[in-house]
């Protein structure tokens, strides 16, 4: 009687398709990934016992080797943002707290197709030990793709529409709030906002922020001037504010270089500040203290932000299971409020 043929061995699509998730996460609970939800991982358990599944042990040595490397992504496409003073602190803090764990910190742009798709390919080849997202709009390609990568990623900021499980932001809330009751106190009643892209959570924050001291104070909220969060774009706004309001007295912009433009506009119109315009940013950033004048501002710790963004990610790729974290905000007092 001829010998029964041998049985086929059960694949990690299998697998996939039997437990309702996909192939990468079907993956990272078979390496025992610490960034996989409980129901997931015990529907791919049940599969793998259902169907006597048997990782190959050459693809499992792929799947757990190490890079030694980390990449820090930004949904941008021209590399001078790297020189801005902001993602300049974000680098210097992840850099360091990166340097600690032995990580190689790899910088990438995504917001071309191309620099999209090379993002892509690291999410999920695990190109890096784990990636830090940060800037990204909403409906940004790269939010979903993160959800699927077979590699720890932890965002800096929260994406609009998403909750994801590990992310280190602001208060950018409730600096945006103190900020306006701020001028409040000061007498000043007809306060406009210059806000950032509101197709980002940040900027959405820090207007929500504003809105909720006028309206607590009694006071109507301005339709904002949005910007793009540049010097350029925020003398545009100021611009436009004070064509619209010519009894303006006070302004809240949502980041210092939006900040420093809405100055150099009041003061080629001619106008005071703060005799009749005070001006508040938000961040801290050298360029607040070398304004002219001076910008009060909310600090909030970039350079943290970086760092903190960086020990999460190596908390992940350690197996470990690190909480979500917002870092506070505190008003900076200077001479243009």
Not at 40 to 50: S, T
Not at 76 to 86: K, L, Q, R
Not at 258 to 272: D, N, Y
């Amino acid at each position: 009687m001829a010998e029964d043929a041998p049985r086929r061995r059960s694949t990690l699509d299998e697998v996939a398709e039997l437990a309702g998730v996909s192939r990468s996460v079907a993956s990272r609970v078979l390496n025992n990934a610490p960034h996989v939800s409980r129901a997931k991982r015990e529907a791919v358990e049940r599969a793998v016992h259902r169907l006597g599944y048997v990782p190959h042990p050459t693809a499992r040595a792929l799947a757990t080797r190490r890079t030694g490397a980390a990449a820090l992504v930004v949904s941008g496409e021209d590399p001078s943002i790297f020189a801005d003073p902001f993602f300049a602190q974000v680098i210097v803090g992840a850099a360091a707290a990166l340097e600690e764990a032995d990580l190689h910190l790899m910088l990438c742009l995504a917001a071309s197709d191309r620099g999209r798709r090379r993002v892509e390919r690291l999410l999920r080849s695990r190109g890096a030990d784990g990636v830090m997202l940060m800037a990204l709009r909403e409906d940004d390609p790269l939010a979903r793709a993160a959800e699927e990568a077979e590699i720890p990623v932890v965002f800096g900021g929260r994406p609009v529409g998403l909750d994801p499980r590990w992310y280190v932001d602001v208060d950018n809330r409730g600096g945006a709030r103190a900020a306006t009751e701020y001028l409040i106190s000061r007498g000043r009643t007809r306060i406009a906002t210059i806000c950032g892209r509101l197709d980002t959570e940040v900027g959405r924050a820090r207007y929500r922020g504003y809105q909720d001291a006028m309206l607590a104070a009694g006071l109507a909220p301005c339709r904002p001037e949005a910007g793009d969060f540049t010097e350029s774009s925020g003398a545009a706004a100021m611009a436009a504010l004070a064509a619209r309001h010519p009894d303006l007295d006070g302004v809240f912009a949502a980041n210092d270089n939006m900040g420093a433009g809405a100055l150099r506009a009041l003061r080629g119109a001619g106008r005071r500040v703060p005799a009749d315009v005070a001006v508040i940013g938000f961040d801290d950033l050298p360029a607040a203290r070398v304004a002219d004048p001076p910008l009060t501002t909310v600090h909030q710790p970039v350079e943290g932000l970086g760092r903190e963004m960086a020990r999460m990610l190596v908390a992940l790729v350690d197996g470990q299971e690190p909480t979500p974290l917002i870092l506070p905000t505190r008003l900076v007092v200077r001479a243009s409020a």
